[in-house]
Structure formats: structure tokens, C-alpha cells
């Protein structure tokens, strides 16, 4: 790619900011209260702001763009290094935030994690190579394949991981020459917008906007003329939205869309040594993870063996406010799904499953604590099974010949991860190409890398985040033959 000069000299780091400045910067006090949903109590309150106010957004981001664009890639580089370095100091208030807005606890694969996650993002994104290069040179061509900025990019995100989603789509979009316009869910807005202004005391202005609001906001940012590109992670019926919405400008889409991922454990594996891992592939962030494992199949040989070994494991793990530095699992972050996982569980032990981990909620108790449960002797056409439950709730399927287990994990329409537990790796590899999902991890679920594409199959959506796929994502290829 040719890197015109630096257009504008670069802005120092910030100093670290407090929790209580960082509330105040993003709280507006006639804005709708959020709530903890550890507590009820009110974190603080969001502005949402309406369809004119995102059209507003995008034309300023609009009028950002060409000069972002000039920079060279060298100047934007720094400058992701530099609102890296921002988050880093800023890590602490920034977790604190998001424990309190979103539920999850400070410590586990959890709020602190995300926040690092943030800043690693943001670094490996600025170390990937630049796409692109000369396809032909020979006697009679020489062609070199450029990648574009494509203009505006809009992100819309989900409320399970709100800052290290929209870090993961803004950070190659940005690195790409666009300027980005973020609309983050209703659910975890001031997370997001905490973010943003911490990324804005580096950025110059207009780069980088985010704007809270509900669906018509969303809806808004998806049909925009001025948006020429999508990032959306969320449910797949929003997807669906998206795409009808999106059809007229030919928006170009990244879905990142629900799950439903398949672990299998081969008749091989050793419960003892897979137990945790089987555990955090399924209960990181409390289960509301897009490619956490959510249906377990366990050949018979080991079935018994290996629900001791994951009973052991999930009992050690509390649960509680996320603020008390001993908690590694939280809430769920809104009623609506709380409802969800105690119908899909009321259901399982109705048709006869049994529940061999997790009490009864306590009715009277605040906040949306749902105890961790484990489901055994669960048919596979279970609803638990058969739909994404996103919750601390794992059905456990035994099944008797591998042929049948790969079935059974092939046969929903959606296909994000799935993984593959084994003794023997090579055994568990051919087993992990038959699997329709995007990535199949061995001896652990869910793990996501800045250099590796991520991405889902059938109806998790279509597009890779992440190392160069991720940056060619958000750019458009122009081809100079001559
Ligand atoms: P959701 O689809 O309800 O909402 C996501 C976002 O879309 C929100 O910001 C919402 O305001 C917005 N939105 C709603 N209607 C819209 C419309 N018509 N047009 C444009 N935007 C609209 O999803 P959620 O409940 O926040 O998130 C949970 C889901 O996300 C789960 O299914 C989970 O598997 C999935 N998810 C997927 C990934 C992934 O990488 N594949 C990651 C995280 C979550």
C-alpha cells in the first residue's frame, strides 16, 4: 500500500483515570438507569440517542475519513499502540465498569481478562502485516493487488463481551484507513462508551464515535447509505435483520452470529485431565459465550467418569458479585436470559434429565444468579440441547459409536466451534475435519487468538475477524494491472 506522510502530530498517553471519572464521563444524568445485575442497584445512567443522531454520526465520521485514510500506516500503527498503552492504564476502573455493568467478576476469564484482552487485540492488530502485494510481474503483466479503506465501518455488538467484541471490530477497521461508528447493546452500553472515550483521549476527533441506543439505532446504522461496511456480532435472528436491512446499499457484512458448539470426548480420553478444561469451555463468563461449549457428547465408556470429574470441578467454582475478588462466576447479565436458561433446564429435568450439579435459585435473592447446573441422561433432541442455551447450564449426551456423535453434532444449523477431547491428537483430529464449525479446538473449547481467523459456518454467519483475514475484511482489493 503507498503511506502518504503524517497529517497530524500524535497526542500523549492520558493520565489513568478513576472509576468515578470514567462513570462520570459516560453517565448522563436524565439518561435511562442501568443496572447491576449482581445487586438491582443503579450503575449509572445512558443518553440513547436516536436515528438522527447516528446520521450525524456517521457524517462526521464521514468527513474524518480521508484524512485517517492519509495518514501512513506507520502513523496508525502508533497510534493503536498508543490507545493500547491508554487501556492498560486505564485497566482497573475500565474492569471495574464492566464487572458492575455487565455481571461478570473481576477475576477468572472474566473482567480483567477482557480488559487485557482489549489492549492484546489492539498490539497484534497493529503487528499483523499489511494484505496485498504484486500477483503477477512477468514479462507481459504486472499486477498488484491493493487493499482499500472501505470509508465508514459500523460495528453493532452484543452485551456478553461488549469491549473486547467492538475492540475486535474496531481495531483492524481503523488500522485499514476507516473511521468506525459504534452502537453497543442497550444491555452493556456504558462499558462500551467507557471504552471509546478512553480510545478518544488518543485518537484524533471523529475517528472513532460510538452512539447508544436500542434496535432502531442498530437498524439505522445497517441501512445507512454513508456506511459502506458492517461488523455485527450477536444473535442470528439479528443477522437475518441485518442482512434484509443492509440489501439496498449492498453493504459489505462480517456476521458474527450465534452458536451452538459440540464438544466431543473420545472413548480415550482421560476425565482427570480434561475436567477443567471441559469446564471453562463451558462456563467462561457464566456461559454466555458465543463459541463456549454448549452441548457435551461423552462416549459411554467414560460417561460416568467424566460427569465425577466435571461434578469436582464445577462445585469448586463460586459464584457471586463480581466485586468480591474471590468469584470467578457471575449473574447472567439480563432477566430475559436468565428466563431463557432456567425454561430450557425447567424443561430438561421435566423430560426426565437428571441434574446432577446446581441448587434451585433463590426467588427472593437480588440480582440474576442462576446456580451452575449440570445435566445428565439428556436425550440429544432435548431442548436444552438442541437450543443455545447461553447460560451456566451444560447438557451432557452420552453417546455409543463416534459415527453417531458426529451426527448428532453436525445435525443444528448453526456451526461456530466445536472441539474434540482425546489421548491420542491425531485420532482427534480426524474426527474434528468431519465437523461442520468454523474452528474445532483439541483438548479445549473457546479459545481465541489475534492471529488466527475466527469465524463461523451455515447460520453462526459468514466473514473471518482476526489476523490478516481480519484486516482484509474491512477493506475493499483493487487491483492496478499495468
Ligand atoms: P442481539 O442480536 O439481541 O443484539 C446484538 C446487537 O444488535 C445489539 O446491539 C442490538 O441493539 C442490535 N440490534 C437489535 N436489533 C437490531 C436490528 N434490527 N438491526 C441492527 N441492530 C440490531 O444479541 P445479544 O443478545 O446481544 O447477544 C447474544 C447473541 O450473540 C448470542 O446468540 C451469541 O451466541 C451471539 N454472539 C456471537 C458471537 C460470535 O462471535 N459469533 C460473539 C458474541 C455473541
Known sequence: MTTPAVTEPVTTTPEAPTHESLLAAVTDPDGREVLDPATGEVVGRVADRSAEDLDAAVASARAAQPAWAARSDADRVDLLLRVAEAIETAAE????????EQGKPLNGPNARFEVGACAAWLRATAATELPGGTVVDDADTHAVLHYRPVGVVGAIGPWNWPMMITVWQIAPALRMGNTVVVKPSEYTPLSVLALVHVLNSVLPADVLTA???GREVGARLSSHPDVAKLMFTGSTATGQAIIKSSADTVKRLTLELGGNDAGIVLPDADPEAIAEGLFWGAFINTGQTCAA??????HTDVYDEVCTALTDVARAMPMGRGLDEDNVLGPLQNRAQYDIVARLVDAARDAGAK??????????????FYPTKLVADIDDDNPLVAEEQFGPALPIVRYHDVDQAVAMANRLD???GASVWSSDKEAARAVAARLEAGTVWINSHGGVHPMIPFG???????????GVEGLKAVAVPQVING
Open 456 to 466: 463461523g459456518v451455515k447460520k453462526s454467519g459468514y466473514g473471518l475477524e482476526f
Open 293 to 298: 461449549l454448549k452441548r457435551l457428547y461423552v
Open 355 to 368: 441434574v446432577i450439579v446446581g441448587g434451585d435459585p433463590d426467588p427472593d435473592a437480588p440480582g440474576h
Open 414 to 416: 448453526v456451526g461456530l
Open 211 to 213: 452512539v447508544a441506543g
Open 93 to 100: 476502573p475500565l474492569a471495574e465498569l464492566l464487572s458492575r
